[in-house]
């Protein structure tokens, strides 16, 4: 979660303030990956998202690396072919690869992350592509702390981010090119009118990618504190 990588995600301090409170009723029971997973299932259902019933028992690591994190945390630059081996390698099909990067509809996107597909020295960009290019100028050095929306409804969990992708709208540069990539554009365009079967599909997505590589029983351990290790 300190990862520079997540420079952007708020209120981190809350998972440690639910750990507390939790140890209260039930100590050194419940585990800072079950908050984590729990804190995420609870954020998308108070946006307006599905309600995802999410298995328990998840036990914390005894060690942490920030060098470890990072990679798993895809680049801003990964395209479809490297998104779809990332998420097949957990077990998701191509419908719920598509399905967990909704979850983009919630939130900001922060200039640092999509310059690089708004450099001026390109030949043919368009218009959308323009109006990001004067929310964000290329090597501003201010684009850690500037950023754009990532759809019209940045605090509702709906299906918004689909339609204005498949329009020509989408503020990654992931978001982008599954809206033109055969594989992914017809998924997209699904989900941009139906956004019962984008919930449905977001949640078997969900709990495939809070299952991967978790440890259980008498694996790790329950951690104390969740920002540090005991």
Do not use: W
């Not at 017809?186 to 941009?192: K, L, N, S, T």
């Amino acid at each position: 979660m300190a990862s520079s990588k997540n420079f952007g995600i708020r209120k981190r301090e809350t998972i440690g303030v639910i750990k507390s409170l939790v140890d209260l009723e039930c100590p050194g029971q419940v585990s800072c990956a079950d908050i984590l997973v729990l804190a995420a299932r609870d954020a998308v259902v108070r946006s307006g998202g599905p309600l995802i019933k999410v298995p328990l028992g998840r036990r914390d690591s005894i060690s942490s690396s920030y060098k470890l994190a990072d990679a798993f945390l895809p680049p801003a630059s990964t395209g479809v072919n490297d998104m779809l081996h990332i998420f097949a390698e957990k077990g998701m099909t191509i419908d719920e690869s598509v399905a967990i990067l909704g979850a983009h509809t919630l939130g900001i996107s922060h200039c640092v992350n999509i310059v690089d597909r708004l450099d001026k020295r390109r030949e043919k960009r368009t218009g959308f592509e323009l109006s990001l290019g004067l929310k964000c100028p290329f090597g501003s050095l201010a684009s850690n702390s500037t950023f754009v929306g990532n759809d019209l409804t940045i605090f509702f969990f709906d299906n918004q981010y689909y339609r204005q992708a498949i329009g020509g709208q989408g503020v990654m540069k992931i978001d982008a090119d599954m809206s033109m990539d055969p594989r992914t554009a017809p998924i997209m365009e699904r989900f941009a009118v139906d956004q019962d079967e984008f919930f449905q599909t977001f949640s078997s997505a969900f709990l495939k990618l809070s299952s991967t590589n978790v440890l259980t029983g008498n694996q790790g351990v329950v951690r104390n504190r969740c920002n540090e290790v005991d």
